[in-house]
């Protein structure tokens, strides 16, 4: 079977060192010290913090992922299942029930997975005054069990409308529950920084910042090399080394080329440079549809910019000759055409660089324009 994992939370065997970072988040999760742990996509923030929370004895895990909410409506409901999933002893769930009683809510079972599921009045609608209310049955869970509370993707409460309000709303709430220790975790730097370092947010300066940064190159490739050789596949150095540059030292994107790796390599032989090209087929064979897609979404002026950010790198996109390559004579149009780019989760700015969301993407136009 394919040992390599990626595009879900890694743990236990499947998890690669990062000692000192479960240590440090174990310890402050142990203190009751909220954290905020950020780092750059697929780095292994969730998997950390899960693995972490794993370690730590007697204490549970109250998940929420908070991509791509929409509402404070939605912000609430994904704490309550959360709770409920948490939470499955009838006694609770006749907490839940009094206290919003006026939602209507109704607890079943889902045939299908046996795990308990709670549903709403759709017809009522949850505002910014339920807040301060649903982190108060985080308190009185807390009361009968030791939790920590996890918020990922943190930074999709920006997009609500009345993203201010909520986060007041939670902060005001959440710094009286000293002995409740709360992880936000988030991808999307900026955003992240805009809640917790802008003296402006509520949340500023409310909880300690954590980096999660690429696993080094001698563990993590130790690690790698085994799990090829658990299928009798053999790796060197040249070949990492290649895979991590091109995934620019990102674990999820270097276990998609392993996986892909190992597909393409059968047993009892050694894996060459040569196996890259069939490798990179792959993966575009895969993901072609949606680097399409991406594109069809783009005018033929910002698809310009994008094809020279592949070629050429994304560090000096307003130089003279990164717009004269492009064919564009406007720096402020090429500012619109990234920040489109951005918005639409192509490209992301890192240390004054546009890079690709998707390394593979990036290597795909540049195959296809040969
Ligand atoms: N410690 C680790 N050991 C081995 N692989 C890891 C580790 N951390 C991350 N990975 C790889 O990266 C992938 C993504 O991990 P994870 O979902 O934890 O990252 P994330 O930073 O939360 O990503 P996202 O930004 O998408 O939320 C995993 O599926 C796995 O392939
Ligand atoms: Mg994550």
Partial sequence: M??????????????????????QIIGYIKSSQNIVIQGERRIGKSSAIYEAVQRCKGIQYLYMDLLGIKS????????LRAIVVLEQKAGFFDKIIKTLSYLRPSISV???????TITFDASVELKANSIPEVLSLIESLHKKKRIVVVLDEFQDILQLGDAREALSLMRGK????????????GSIRNKMDEIFTHPDSPFFKSAIPITVDPLPYPEFSEFLKKKFATGKRGINDEVLKKVFEIAHDIPGDIQQLCE????????????????????????????????????????DFQIRCLLTIAREGGNKVFS????????????SSVRRAIR??????????????????NPFFRAWINYRGR
């Fill in 2 to 23: 394919n040992p390599f994992r990626y595009g879900k939370i890694v743990s236990g065997q499947d998890f690669c060192g990062r000692e000192p970072l479960l240590k």
């Fill in 174 to 185: 959440i710094q009286f529950q000293k002995d409740i220790p709360y992880v936000f975790a």
């Fill in 260 to 299: 892909a790796l190992w597909t393409v390599t059968p047993s009892n032989s050694v894996t060459g440079l040569e196996k890259l090209k069939d490798v990179l087929e792959l993966i575009f064979a895969r993901e072609q549809k949606s680097y399409e897609n991406d594109m069809s979404l783009l005018t």
């Fill in 72 to 79: 404070i409506d939605a912000l609430c409901k994904r704490i």
């Fill in 320 to 331: 003279v000759p990164f717009m004269k390559s492009a064919g564009v004579n406007n720096p």
């Fill in 340 to 357: 489109r780019m951005i918005n639409l989760n192509i490209l992301f700015e890192s240390k004054n660089e546009y890079r690709f969301v």
């Fill in 110 to 116: 889902d045939p299908i997975t046996l795990m308990p």
